[in-house]
Every structure is written in C-alpha cells, then in structure tokens.
C-alpha cells in the first residue's frame, strides 16, 4: 500500500498587521506545498508571494512527469532531476517578480521567502530560499529541514553570534536570499525520505517566532483535523506580531519496499565520520547514496582493485579477507571502504558477501560535491576524519610497543629508555 498524505492549512493576518502578506498553496494532486511570506513593510509584498507562489506551481505543472519519473525509479539521474525542478521553478518564481518591478515603479523592492515542499512518491524535495521553514516530525524528534537565510543565522553558524544574541538582535530578521529581490537567487534544495507516520510542518516566521523548536514535537503529538489552526491561535496568544501561516502533511500507510529511512539514518549517525553532522546535513548526505545489494559469495570489493566508495551495510553480514585468510566479520550497522573517500588508492582487503547483504554507498566524486556546496559540512567531515586518523595512529603505536616489548622479552633484552 503506498503512503498516502493528509494535510491542512491555515493562515491569519496576525495581531499587528493590517493585511496578510503570506500565500500558501496545497495542491494534493500535483503533491505540491507552499509557503511564501511577502516582504514585510516592502511595496507589495501580498502580490510578491501570491505571483511567486502561482509561478511555481504552473512551472512544476508543465513538468511533473520529472516528479513522476523520480517516484517510479529513484535513481541518482531523476533525484538530480527532480531537485533540478524544484530549484528551477523557485528560479522561475525570482525572475517573473524581478521583470514586474522592473516595469513597474510601484512593485519595486517587493519580494518574498518560499519554501517548496514536493512529494514524489515514498520522497519529497523541498526547495527553500528566505527564512520560511520546514520542519520534519519523527519519532518524536523534530527536525529543522531548511536554514534561515538571514543575517544572525549567518552569524550563528559562523561563531560570530550565540543564539541568545540573535533573539534579540535588530537584524534578525533582516534576509540574505529573498525571491523576486534580484533577477536570480540561489535555492537550497533537500531530498527527503519519507516513512509512514512522518509529519511535517511548513511555515512562516509569525509562526516559529513563538515556537521553540524543543516545543514542536509536544505541540504536535496528536495530529487533530484544526492542528494548523491551533499552532496559529497559540502564536495569536504569545504576541501574534506578524502574519502566520503553517501546513500540516502527515503520511500514512507503507511504502512499496520495506522502509530504509530510518534504518539509514541510525546507520549514518553509527559512523564517526558522520558524528558531528546536523539532521538536515545528515540528509545531505544521504541524498547522495545508493542502495546496491549483493548475493551470498559475491566480492563486494575486491584487493587490489581501486575504489572511492565506501560501503555501509544495512541488512546482512560480510567477511573481510586478506590475501585468502577471512580476518574479520562487519555485521548491520558496520562500514567498510571509507578511505576510498580520501583518496583513490587500491583496496587493502576483499569483503565478500556472507549472505545476502544489502548496503548503502557513498561515492567520493558525490561527497566532493556536497563538500564543495556546503563548507561548514566539509569542514565538519575534515574534522571527523582527522580525528579518526588521529586515533588509529594511537592505537598503531600502541600496537608496535607492545609488540616491541614482547619482541624484547623473547629475545631477554632490556628495552632501552632515555
């Protein structure tokens, strides 16, 4: 049974303002969901996000076979597609706001934050530019999907400002990226897979204004048929300074296949490398990996040969063989492979499938990309993987003396010591 979506929205002018500058679109059967908050106090913000919002969803109309594509076959080839999409259509959203204002006076300086939510499938891409966010709500946690592009989230994540001097500082919500601004914007885009019981919540800032993050998961413990409503009614309550606006997805059902989200997850987090990394970079990165399976018997890698994937097994076990000789067992959970992600030096061992193994793959070509787009992330994985060189010299060290003072102790030597 495949998943199936329910979803309500909700919008309110807010407390302060004399009209309602955000949009929003549900469009169930395109599998499209849009926030955009017009640019307060700028001319025109309510057309700014209402044009913004229409572009882009004609733009993923005239195309949804890209979406459909990618739901039916979900390969690296449509994801790219599919994110493709997402971004150009935001693109698209940008440049028709930027040819208005630039014809007429009275439009100009309007713009708009946008946050594209699309379902393909058992997947979802969204698409993000301003401080709209999304956020996804499993097993209790919730997870920030999308970065504000603001002034103090900028500071924040470079260490020039905490988090408790950006709540009160004057340029919080001052935008780095807005649509409609300039001709042209650069979008982030996510993939996101998508598990029976995922609940997500699109919205803008009048609404996470009065929200901490820590609070979503008890806010939306239960999913009543007004909870879009209610989120709206308690912003109203804590100050209801700006327009508010939220849409509530829950998924239901099962997937096609057996669910592999959360399992891949846990597998990422498992990983040294991967430890320091945030949700939404975790999901980065697992945009970018492939599930390959293998039989039982089957070289996974083999000695000798060159490789820049590295491997970690989500069902299965597999033997690690040194010139014949098995020398270890990685059971689900494990991984192998991850200095192919450094350089392209030759396997120092073959791993072979002990049965039916199925494994998730990173390639380094696909991580340099990533790394290259995102510097905080790359430096996140520099430092990871310092670290874990850092530990296997120490444990090499302490290899070689012991051996050394075994060797001594054969031969009846005293070790000299300065």
């Known amino acids: 049974m495949p998943l199936t979506v329910t979803s309500q929205a909700a919008t309110h002018v807010g407390r302060k303002r004399k009209r309602n500058e955000d949009s929003h679109l549900v469009d169930p059967d395109l599998g499209l969901y849009i926030v955009a908050d017009g640019m307060g106090g700028q001319a025109a913000g309510d057309v700014a996000s209402r044009r913004a919002v229409d572009v882009a969803r004609a733009y993923v109309a005239d195309r949804v076979e890209v979406l ?15 994110q493709e999409l997402v971004a150009a259509a935001i693109q ?25 939510f699309a379902v393909a499938g058992d997947r979802a891409v969204v698409g993000h530019v301003g401080d709209s966010r999304a956020y996804l709500l499993r097993q209790d946690v919730a997870n920030r999907l999308t970065e504000d592009h603001t002034i103090v989230a900028a500071s924040i994540k470079n260490g020039t400002m905490t988090k408790e001097q950006a709540k009160t500082s004057a340029l919080r919500s001052v935008l780095t990226r807005a649509v409609g601004t300039q001709e042209s914007v650069q979008v982030d885009t996510l993939l996101v897979e998508i598990t029976p019981g995922d609940l ?8 996470y204004g009065y929200i901490e993050d820590e609070e979503v998961p008890l806010l939306c413990a239960s999913v009543p048929d007004n909870l879009a409503e209610q989120l709206i009614d308690l912003a109203n309550e804590r100050g209801g300074r700006d327009n508010i606006t939220a849409i509530v ?24 490398l991967f ?27 083999t000695e000798g040969e060159p490789g820049e ?29 991850e200095m192919g992600l450094v350089d392209d030096s030759r396997r120092s061992a073959t791993v072979r499938a002990l049965e039916s193994v199925r494994t998730m793959v990173i390639t380094r070509t696909d991580m ?51």
């Open 200 to 207: 997500f919540l699109i919205c803008s800032d009048g609404l």
């Open 275 to 301: 430890m320091h990394l945030t949700y939404r970079e975790q999901a980065e990165i697992l945009a970018i990996s492939e599930v390959k399976s293998y039989p039982l018997g089957a070289a996974i890698v």
């Open 249 to 272: 997805l829950s998924f239901h059902g099962a997937t096609a296949e057996e669910p592999e989200a959360l399992t891949k997850h846990e597998a990422l987090r498992g990983i040294p």
């Open 68 to 82: 459909t594509r990618f739901s039916e076959n979900p390969s690296q080839e449509n994801r790219i597609a599919a």
């Open 368 to 418: 340099m990309n990533v790394m290259r787009r995102e510097p905080v992330l790359a430096v996140k994985l520099l430092w990871s993987f310092v670290q874990g060189l850092s530990q296997r010299l120490r444990t090499v060290n302490t290899e070689l003396s012991e051996a050394r003072a075994e060797l001594f102790e054969a031969q009846g030597v005293t070790p000299y010591t300065s």
């Open 309 to 337: 994937d590295l491997y970690v097994i989500l069902r299965g076990r597999v033997a690690v063989e040194k010139d014949n000789v098995a020398i270890t067992t990685i059971m689900t959970g494990g991984y192998f492979g």
């Open 92 to 116: 698209a959203a940008c440049a028709d706001l930027w040819t208005m204002a630039e014809n007429d006076p009275k439009l100009r300086g309007m713009g708009t934050t946008m946050v594209l």
